[in-house]
């Protein structure tokens, strides 16, 4: 079954007592049952059902299914946010002590978390480059696991997620992969050999920037042992699903950072249309690149759909269906940046990426702003850099916007 099909046809939807076609918001605290015994064998995991929405609900697992399945996982768990997805990723398996490999050049949140951490004796170590050899020199004893995303934002660097995965099974650490950027639509790192996936489904997976929220993934492959987690021992019973049950049992309902039913709901509406979106998205970005890149020699384009990005090759035999919706270039200067970004009438100047309309934003001076210079060099954030996210509007719109603003605008 095709990508498009399966979403809409390959995964619970609606509510067949009434033949609703979507899933009913369950916007209910807690669920009532009728006696003391059900209510103790679900808490006794004996018996399927929901008893308070900080720990499941059925609109947010219908949403939880859904990625599953588009992810080729085994189980989802969804989260207030990206972060909150990405912190509960990482908690569930690490302690005092423990060390990550990461990839250089990560979205400036993680960067900070990682910086977090380091207050509950979690340090991170940054390969060099992006490639597997440069994650293995950092490996230690100490390490418990790896960490990239797929295409890098705003640095535009792939993961070569399949290279990395042997790597990281080669020392017995799992690899967690952020796939925010490029949505199973484009790849799917579990089915490479991640162990865990991440998404911010604030971004493509919404589609529409109506709700924040995060989801984690897991593929149920990695053999977690006692010794080298030892956080996890009192659930190894549980096999393929010993990841999970740690984080549905413990640091997820206790951090209690919960999507809310009504933003579960949101996300399956923007689900429907993800295909259809992120092809869009990704011709879209393709031509405006191209255009971009042939219009003024004194701008230097970054796509990795461009045959002059260094990671086009590794792209193009990775993703399918296309490089992704973002694009960044060059300008020459900090203060010709800010001028096309204010001459540009269409994209709006936000903070955001993957909505359906166009965006810009001038990183360095934004979302990387508390960055160090070595941190910024590393994510490939300069001075005179733009970011677009493209949107899904007509192309020759679009093109005649930015000829416009790079001529000088009006
Ligand atoms: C936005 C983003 C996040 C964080 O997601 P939120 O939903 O904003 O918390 C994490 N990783 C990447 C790559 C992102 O783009």
Redesign the pocket.
């Known amino acids: 079954m095709g990508f498009n099909t399966a979403i809409l046809h390959n995964a619970p939807n609606g509510e067949p007592n009434t033949g609703a076609t979507l899933p009913p918001i369950y916007q209910s605290s807690a669920f009532q049952h009728e006696s003391a015994e059900i209510l103790e064998r679900l808490f006794e995991n004996k018996a399927a059902g929901f008893s308070y929405t900080r720990i499941n609900n059925p609109t947010i697992e219908a949403f939880e299914k859904k990625i599953t399945m588009l992810e080729g996982g085994i189980s989802s768990v969804a989260c207030a946010?990206?972060?909150?997805a990405?912190t509960n990723a990482f908690l569930n398996i690490l302690q005092a002590g423990d060390e990550i490999v990461a990839a250089p050049g990560l979205?400036g949140?993680?960067i900070d978390l990682f910086r977090d951490f380091e207050a509950f004796g979690i340090k991170t170590f940054y390969a060099k480059e992006n490639t597997p050899k440069a994650f293995e020199n950092q490996i230690t004893k100490r390490t418990k696991l790896i960490f990239a995303?797929t295409i890098g934002?705003p640095k535009l660097d792939v993961t070569d997620i399949k290279g990395l995965a042997d790597i990281a099974h080669q020392y017995d650490v799992p690899l967690i992969i952020?796939n925010?950027?490029a949505t199973p639509y484009l790849v799917k790192p579990l089915l490479l050999g991640a162990d865990i996936v991440v998404n911010?489904?604030?971004?493509y997976i919404n589609g529409n920037s109506d709700a924040?929220?995060?989801i984690l993934t897991d593929a149920g492959t990695y053999r977690w042992s006692k010794e080298k987690y030892p956080g996890l021992s009192d659930y190894i019973k549980f096999g393929k699903m010993a990841y999970i049950a740690k984080l549905r049992k413990g640091l997820f309902r206790n951090t209690g950072a919960c999507l809310s039913p009504q933003n579960a709901f949101l996300n399956c509406i923007g689900l429907e249309t993800l295909g259809l979106r992120m092809q869009r998205h990704c011709t879209n970005a393709l031509a405006l690149a191209t255009f971009l890149e042939q219009l003024d020699a004194d701008i230097t384009v970054n796509y990795p759909g461009l045959a002059s990005s260094p990671y086009h090759e590794l792209a193009k035999s990775q993703l399918h269906n296309g490089y992704g919706g973002i694009v960044t270039f060059r300008t020459g200067s900090k203060e010709r940046a800010f001028q096309i970004i204010n001459s540009l009438k269409l994209p709006l100047i936000i903070s955001?990426?993957g909505d359906t309309k166009t965006l810009v934003i001038h990183p360095a001076s934004t979302i990387s702003l508390y960055c160090t210079e070595q941190e910024k060099e590393a994510s490939g954030v300069y001075d005179d850099l733009i970011r677009i996210s493209v949107g899904i509007e007509d192309i020759e719109d679009l093109k005649a916007d930015f000829e416009n603003a790079l001529k000088g605008g009006n």
């Open positions: 946010s990206g972060m909150a990405l979205y949140g993680t995303e934002n952020d925010t950027t911010s489904s604030s971004k924040i929220s995060g955001n990426v």
